[in-house]
Every structure is written in C-alpha cells, then in structure tokens.
C-alpha cells in the first residue's frame, strides 16, 4: 500500500459511513412553492377596478368611426357617424323639400268662357233685312215701249231710275248676305273658343293630375330619406373611459358592424 492509500483509506471509509447512515434514514416529503400567474394576477386587478362597456355601431365607411383603440372618450363624446352618408341625405332632402314647394304653387286655371254675344251680327242682319224690304217696296217705273233699245233712247230717265233701284236692292241683298255670314262667323267662332276651353279643361285637369302624382311621390321621398336620416342616429359615449377594443363583427351590404368596448373606473 502506498503512502496516499493509506493516507486516505480512512477518509473514504469515514465518508462511506455517512452516505450508508444517510441512505438508510427515512425520507422527507418535497414542499412544492406555488408560483403567481402574473398576467391572470394582473387581469384580476383589472377586473377588480374596471367596468368594461360596450356599445354597438354600423359603419359604411372607415371614416364614419371617430375614435381608435386607447383613445380616452367623454361621456357624450361622438363614437360614430355616417358623416357623408348623413350629409348626402341631408342635400337630397332639401332637394325634395324644394321640388314639393315649387309642384305646389298653384296651377292657373282656365278662364270661364263668356255666354256668347251675337247682338251685334243679329242687328246688322235687322238692319240689312229693313233696309232690303224698303228697297224693294220702291215700285219701277213703266217703260213707254216694249223694245228695250227704244226704251233706251227715249225713256233714258226711267231706264236710269230703274237701273237705280235694283242696283240698290243688289246691293241690300249683298249687305244681308253678308250681315248673315258674319253672324254664322261669330257662331263657329265661338264653337271654336268652346272646343279650345275644352282642350284647356282636359289639360288642365291632367296637369292636376300628374301635379298631385308627382306630390305625393316627392312625399314619399321625402318620408324614406327622413326615416334613413333617422337610422343614421349619431352615436355617442355613454360613460367615460378609454377604449379597450374596436372589434369588427361583421358585414351586411354595405354596412360594417362594429363593436367598441370601454373600460370605465369603478370609482371614477
């Protein structure tokens, strides 16, 4: 044995001694020190001192959505609002509103047709008509001879006394003619001024018409675009806090849902 060996040989024993003695005594039962979750810790806190709300919007358009994640919102404060949509209705409604103002202005109606007036025409006819019978009462004078051409050269004077007289009754007889046709003138004419009232009436009942149609379509508009102007309520903050979340839910046409979440302090 070499001087290390038994230098050491009763170390080696005294250390294996302890190692059986330790190996033969009983065990203990190992402690297990429970960790902290620190995120479920601090969402603990949160739920402890937070109140999340949430409030619902319809979009058409990103810009309809006023506010973002983290931003700090009033109670009252716009959250949402079809600005354009809004502003687009708002144009046509006064487009309708003065389209109604102007289809109602009153239509003119027709004048009513005077009774005819034929007093006139019917007295030149009276007149003509005396002036005709006067005429023709004037009695001829008689020629002296049978031949014409001898009446001629010896009784010129009767031959231009008579060819006086029927001159004139020619021409009372022309001036009743004349008086007749002027009354059947002013008749037609005024059945002509009647079938013109008529058209006039008939045009006039169209126009009425098409103008009550017309109305009551403008009113009709108008009715839609105030209930879609009602639909575009402005949506506003109930409570004030900061936003925790915009989340978008879904899409229906053309409109985006849109739900915000807020956190308010319990002792705010």
Do not use: W
Not at 16 to 27: E, G, L, Y
Not at 28 to 55: A, D, F, W
Not at 119 to 142: C, F, G, M, T
Not at 189 to 203: A, E, G, R, V, W
């Amino acid at each position: 044995m070499s001087f290390f060996e038994s230098a050491f040989t009763p170390f080696i024993a005294a250390t294996s001694a302890v190692a059986i003695a330790f190996s033969n005594s009983p065990k203990k039962e190992s402690v297990t020190t429970p960790t902290i979750n620190q995120t479920q810790s601090l969402e603990q806190v949160e739920s402890n001192t937070l109140r999340r709300h949430q409030v619902n919007c319809k979009l058409t358009q990103m810009e309809d959505l006023k506010v973002s994640e983290k931003d700090r919102v009033n109670q009252g404060q716009l959250l949402c609002d079809r600005t354009r949509q809004r502003q687009n209705l708002e144009a046509r409604k006064k487009q309708i509103e003065i389209s109604i103002a102007q289809m109602s202005l009153p239509m003119k109606e027709p004048l009513e047709l005077p009774p005819p007036d034929f007093s006139v025409q019917e007295a030149a006819i009276i007149s003509a008509r005396n002036n005709l019978e006067l005429i023709q009462k004037a009695e001829l004078p008689e020629f002296r001879f049978k031949s014409e051409d001898l009446n001629r050269i010896h009784d010129r004077e009767i031959y231009t006394q008579r060819a006086t007289i029927l001159e004139r009754q020619a021409t009372a007889a022309i001036a009743l003619e004349s008086a007749i046709a002027q009354l059947e003138k002013a008749k037609a004419d005024y059945q002509q001024k009647q079938y013109q009232h008529s058209l006039n009436l008939i045009q006039y009942q169209t126009s009425q018409q098409r103008q009550q149609y017309q109305l009551a379509s403008l009113s009709a508009q108008l009715q839609q675009v105030e209930n879609n102007l009602t639909e575009l309520t402005s949506v506003q903050s109930p409570v004030t806090g900061r936003i925790r979340r915009i989340k978008f839910t879904g899409q229906n046409d053309q409109t985006i849902n849109v739900e915000i979440y807020i956190n308010v302090k319990e002792n705010s």
